[in-house]
């Protein structure tokens, strides 16, 4: 048993007002910036107090082309990568919990070892994929039949959320979940007639309330920030996303000086989607964490 102390206290607090003081800073200079002028931000050193432009670079910001559709095109992807991650991860977990097949032990370790493999490492094979889904089927039956099959996925939302669909962490949370359920349940629901479906959507899912929000908030913050992904596979300007907008939006090498202030005005804008799901949907996190029905 550790013994507390005053001292101890005193540094555990202070270690954490450091680090959120280094977390909140960024986000605080943002802040500052979209409320001065272009002219005020360039000055060395920036003003450290807010300003009163924020109205105007915020109208700035959104008369920006383009940005209504990148904002939807986020929603699109943010919600498409939730939506889907959370079902695939699902009904992955219940298959190799309640289905006794060969290898299935196998097949989740599998599936728990692409958490060492992101999107950035097999980028390039997932970009092929999406050129062409039927590049190995091509390959399979290059020898056999003269035949060639395309579908492209680039400048889709499609290609945008299906390479991104698979989750390990969200069959590892979901598959922890379910060894804990107890087996008197399962052979009471065979008693009762229910099937793998209704015993999944009746009872399983109710259960996992609390891993869908957790999953619901991670995700969706997740989905928002890709960068990466759609960057690379979206050329068409009204497909491209608000995160990527914004990047292009600065140039690092450029005759004309950014428009910092206007684009700490973008930032916060982008920011307010993910904000407002993390805010609202934290109050059920802790309420489905703490609730004697669980």
Known sequence: MVERSPWFDAFCHL???LGAIAMCLPLYYAIVASTHSLDDVLKIPMPLMPGKELFDNLQ???????????LFNSLVLALGI???KIAVSFIAAFAVTYFRFRFRVLAFWLIFSTLMLPVEVRIVPTYELAANV???LNWLLGGVLKVHLEWNLLDTY??????????ATGTFLFRQLFLTVPDELLEAAKIDGAGPIHFARDI???LSRTNVIALTVILFVFGWNQYLWPMLIITEPNMTTAVVGLAKSLPGVSDSVPHWNTA????LLISIPPVTI?????RWFVKGLVDAEK
Do not use: D, H, K
């Not at 993390?278 to 934290?282: D, G, N, S």
């Open 82 to 84: 939730t939506i889907v």
């Open 15 to 17: 270690m954490l007002l």
């Open 278 to 282: 993390v805010l609202i949907l934290q």
């Open 264 to 267: 700490m005005a973008r930032a």
């Open 204 to 206: 399983l899912w109710p």
């Open 134 to 136: 039927f590049a190995p």
């Open 158 to 167: 499609t290609g945008l959320i299906l390479p991104l669909a698979a989750s």
């Open 60 to 70: 700035e910001a959104i008369r920006t082309p383009n940005f209504a559709r990148q």
